[in-house]
């Protein structure tokens, strides 16, 4: 299955983020620091997983939207919608976003931002201050899927009955929804419907340096 609820996270204890680091901060990245990717993508389309394949690979600091989010409420990221209203879960999730992609000015991230957080208009200012940043060192990649393929990583397989018809129907209408947003907000579009985390983050870091040497 895809849940993710027996892995360790990347990220840490509560409170010990590898992105408090006082005095190193600068308004600038250096020419020698590697830019952040930023993921972005509906809910199965494995941001949280490529980000970690990716930041294992490169030797970057992982930081998952999902993870932090649920760290601040006491709980796992896959209970973290049910453990508050959902406004509340969505005003917590948009700051934590702001603040990650402030982070990510400074260079050397992989953040996992999925796609909920979008809605919010600060969270995509962020993201295009982000990708102005620095002339293109920074990246926003999008992961797409084919719609049956995140039914079934989301549990919601052919509906076997008009209930689940109807939340299957609404479901993958959000998934369009949300995957036309983030191509709208991303430079590079990769598609995860047929390979591992370790695939797609190679295919990711492909794509991104091409990018960069277009830039160059």
């Given amino acids: 299955g895809s849940g993710t609820g027996g892995e360790r996270s990347p990220i840490g204890s509560r409170g010990s983020h590898r992105w408090a680091q006082p005095g190193r901060r600068e308004p600038r990245l250096s020419a020698t620091a590697p830019g952040s990717l930023i993921l972005i993508g509906?809910?199965?389309a494995g941001c949280s997983s490529v980000a970690r394949a990716i930041g294992s690979a490169q030797g970057l600091t992982v930081l998952d939207l999902g993870q932090l989010v649920a760290d601040e409420l006491g709980t796992r990221p896959d209970l973290a919608l049910v453990a508050?209203?959902?406004?509340?879960?969505?005003?917590?999730e948009a700051g934590t976003a702001e603040r990650l992609l402030e982070r990510a000015e400074t260079g050397g991230l992989v953040v996992a931002l999925g796609s909920?957080?979008?809605?919010a208009t600060g969270v995509r200012q962020g993201l295009e201050s982000l990708r102005l940043a620095n002339r293109g060192t920074h990246h926003v990649v999008s992961l797409?899927?084919?719609t049956r393929v995140l039914a079934t990583r989301n549990g919601l397989d052919a509906p076997?009955?008009?209930a689940l018809g109807t939340i299957h129907h609404q479901f993958v209408q959000m998934l369009h929804e949300r995957q036309a947003r983030c191509q709208d907000l991303a430079d590079v579009v990769i598609d995860t419907t047929s390979?591992?985390?370790?695939?797609?983050g190679k295919k990711v870091m492909s794509a991104v340096g091409a990018d960069l040497s277009r830039h160059s």
Avoid: F, H, K, Q
Wanted: net charge negative; aromatic share 4%.
């Fill in 42 to 44: 509906p809910p199965g």
């Fill in 84 to 92: 508050v209203s959902e406004n509340d879960y969505r005003r917590i």
């Fill in 195 to 200: 390979t591992t985390p370790d695939e797609a």
């Fill in 160 to 162: 076997r009955s008009v």
């Fill in 144 to 146: 797409t899927c084919a």
């Fill in 116 to 119: 909920g957080c979008l809605e």
